[in-house]
Each structure stands twice: as structure tokens, then as C-alpha cells.
């Protein structure tokens, strides 16, 4: 099991940027790939991006693409969540999960950190 704890959240204006931050320890061996994931209060849990620790290939939902970008530096077992042009409709709670093999399901989750865009 992987454990992750996300830093890096907080309260900004619409059209600002954060950087979350997403750090893994225990079994980072066993992480294949990292996504980052939000929910707002109400509302599902929706996918924002993911990344391979191999390689580096990134995937993008939508709602993201071309705002955020997600990057890792593996030798600080560390990935990062760069959101600009920030909206209110992004205001949730962010978190990092680990995916153990392509296919698989997100086993290993991060306690969150607060997004709130004001307007």
C-alpha cells in the first residue's frame, strides 16, 4: 500500500493558480500510475488528470485540459497538480490516488486538500 498526503490547497480568486502537491511513501513500487481526483459537497467524485510514473504520459478530463497540468519527479516519489485560470466551479476537495496496474482500480488515496475559488 501506497501512502499519499496532498498539500498545497487553499482559497484563491477566480482566474489564479495553486500547485498541489501529492507525496507518496511505503510501497511506491507498486504504483503504476497517480490521478488526481475532486469532489465538491453533493456531487460525484470526478476524475482531473493522471499520470504514468514510467514514461510520464499524462491524461486530461475536459474540464481540465488546457488549464492544468499534471507532472511527477519520481526521485521525490512526488507529483504535482499545476491549476491555473482557477474557476468556482472548481472549488472541491482535491485528492491523489495510486493505481497499482494499468486496468486496475485507484487503491491508495490521499486525505485531500481544499480548493475553494472565490468570485
Known amino acids: 500500500q501506497v501512502q499519499l498526503v496532498e498539500s498545497g490547497g487553499g482559497l484563491v480568486q477566480a482566474g489564479g493558480s495553486l500547485r498541489l502537491s501529492c507525496a507518496a511513501s511505503?510501497?511506491?513500487?507498486?504504483?503504476?500510475?497517480m490521478g488526481w481526483f475532486r469532489q465538491a459537497p453533493g456531487k460525484e467524485r470526478e476524475f482531473v488528470a493522471a499520470?504514468?510514473?514510467?514514461?510520464?504520459?499524462?491524461y486530461y478530463a475536459d474540464s481540465a485540459k488546457g488549464r492544468f497540468t499534471i507532472s511527477r519527479d519520481n526521485a521525490k516519489n512526488t507529483v504535482y497538480l499545476q491549476m491555473n485560470s482557477l474557476k468556482p466551479e472548481d472549488t472541491a476537495v482535491y485528492y491523489c490516488?495510486?493505481?497499482?496496474?494499468?486496468?486496475?482500480?485507484?487503491?491508495?488515496w490521499g486525505q485531500g486538500t481544499q480548493v475553494t475559488v472565490s468570485s
Open positions: 511505503g510501497r511506491t513500487f507498486s504504483s503504476y500510475a
Open positions: 499520470i504514468f510514473w514510467s514514461g510520464g504520459s499524462t
Open positions: 490516488a495510486s493505481q497499482g496496474s494499468e486496468g486496475a482500480g485507484y487503491d491508495s
